[in-house]
């Protein structure tokens, strides 16, 4: 008889029970005036009454219905979990230091003011030199390197025999350099683009 009572009643071995309990936790609202350590204290009674059965309420679970249900005065607490979620996780892979990509790299950015100054200082402008290749019927891509060019930052150049332009950040790199009367947008691969402003010959 006493087994027959504890299978009606307990919360642990009736589903009846068990639904119920978390049809509760589902629906439970927190009072005006009441503070979020009573309001959580009290969704935690739920979780622990369920803990170990079959409808155990997990804590991700817990996490995501405490946050959905939260008054409107806590939704920057809300969004500060989410947020953070969008930050970097990886290794920058330009420094090595975590918490930012590449795009964003500080180190990179000083560098490559630098170099531009180095380049007789166009300043925060970037700009690119476009080199003609004649038209042929295949490809082939190698690396031509020009030893004699002791100014240049770039040792060698990507040659595609198949492209129909080719860039340079370097004028010295050009035998003869005229300005583009229409302006090319170069883009790169982190979708920015620079602007090529004179074509020549390498």
Known sequence: MWQKLKDKFDTLNSHASQLNVCQNFNQIQAQPGQTIEDYLAYLLRFQKTLGGSESAIMDETFK???LSILPKEY???V??????QS???GLCWHCGRGGHNHRDCSTQ???LEAQRSDRGGRGNHQFAEVAHAPIISHALIVTCSHPGNPGSCYTSWLVDSGASQYM???RSDFLTLEP???QIKVYLSDDTWIPAVVQGKI
Not at 79 to 84: F, H, N, W, Y
């Open 64 to 66: 995501s219905h405490l």
């Open 75 to 77: 939704d920057n607490y």
């Open 79 to 84: 969004d500060i979990p989410m947020g953070l």
């Open 87 to 89: 930050l970097p996780t």
């Open 109 to 111: 950015r000083h560098r």
């Open 168 to 170: 340079s950040p370097n």
């Open 180 to 182: 583009l009367t229409v």
